[in-house]
């Protein structure tokens, strides 16, 4: 289906179940034992823009802590994504049950005549939100929260690490980009846009106008990195996006932050949205590791 097409689709209708019956949280409790002590609290953070900001808190009493907490924003091309999708809610899940607790966030959809910046300030507020209430959400201190996303996920992290390190505000302890989408012309990480093509016209979707295209908030990639916190970009070896991520973080290097690139072997984009995939444990296990080692 045509990008406008689905836009108008999903606008008109919502987005469509998903199809999988093994993929609620009761589901995966039962095929993945180790998160059975995870508990979860539905939230609702005032937004930047008239609407509550949905999220959901993750925390394990029983596990190890690891000092440090997460962010998490899924993906879904800025159209689509839920809460309980596997990117947001078994990631979280996994995350938590390793001693991580993660506020996972939804945002606004670029649906109709919602665009950049809108959702990137939901995420934004939802960040400021965690940090200012890190105690209570995680039992951890302001400084030991970090940000992270995949996909569009990734993006919207990146911007708002962007928006915080332009303003002057304090960015998060460490940022963590899975598949992320961070120039408008991903396969070929650079600015120029193929209005024809299906990301290009996913990239216009989300920025709302050509000038935007070029706005560093809207496409991290685009802008200075200095002041970036330490950050883990997982890329995935068949994935057609993987330049984005790739490019970013070299940016990233040149621009002396400190930040590590693994490339998940036999992946591709979205992997993380199917726990059944073998690949998708190791990734999981690789974020884990990277924030643990962030304390």
């Known amino acids: 289906m045509p990008i406008a097409d689905a836009v108008r689709w999903l606008a008109e209708h919502g987005e469509p179940a998903d199809p999988r019956t093994d993929i609620d949280t009761a589901s995966l409790k039962r095929r993945f034992p180790h998160l059975s002590s995870v508990e979860t609290a539905d939230i609702r953070i005032d937004g930047p823009h008239g609407r509550l900001v949905p999220a959901r808190l993750y925390r394990d009493a029983a596990a190890a802590a690891s000092g440090r907490a997460l962010v998490w924003v899924h993906g879904g091309a800025f159209i689509g994504g839920h809460l309980d999708m596997p990117e947001a809610n078994w990631v979280a899940l996994e995350l938590a049950a390793r001693g991580i607790p993660v506020l996972s966030v939804d945002y606004v959809k670029c649906l109709g005549d919602v665009h950049f910046p809108e959702p990137t300030d939901e995420v934004r507020t939802a960040w400021e939100h965690a940090r200012t209430h890190a105690g209570e959400l995680f039992g951890v201190d302001a400084g030991a929260v970090l940000l992270g996303g995949a996909s569009a996920g990734g993006n919207l992290t990146a911007g708002a690490v ?39 016209q996913l990239a216009l979707n989300f920025a709302g106008s050509e000038e935007a295209l070029r706005d560093p908030h809207a496409f991290a990639a685009l802008g200075r990195v200095e002041g970036f916190p330490p950050t883990l970009v997982i890329v995935c070896e068949k994935d057609g996006l993987r330049p984005s991520g790739e490019a970013f973080a070299r940016q990233l290097e040149a621009g002396g932050i400190d930040v590590t690139l693994r490339t998940e072997s036999g992946a591709d984009h979205g992997h993380i949205n199917e726990p059944a995939d073998p690949t998708a444990f190791p990734t999981v296990e690789a974020i884990a590791e990277w924030i643990r080692a962030r304390a």
């Open 162 to 200: 962007a928006q915080l390190q332009d303003a002057g505000e304090p960015v998060p302890a460490g940022l963590v980009l899975v598949y992320p989408v961070v120039h408008p012309n991903d396969p070929e990480a650079s600015a120029e846009v193929d209005p024809a093509s299906p990301h290009g």
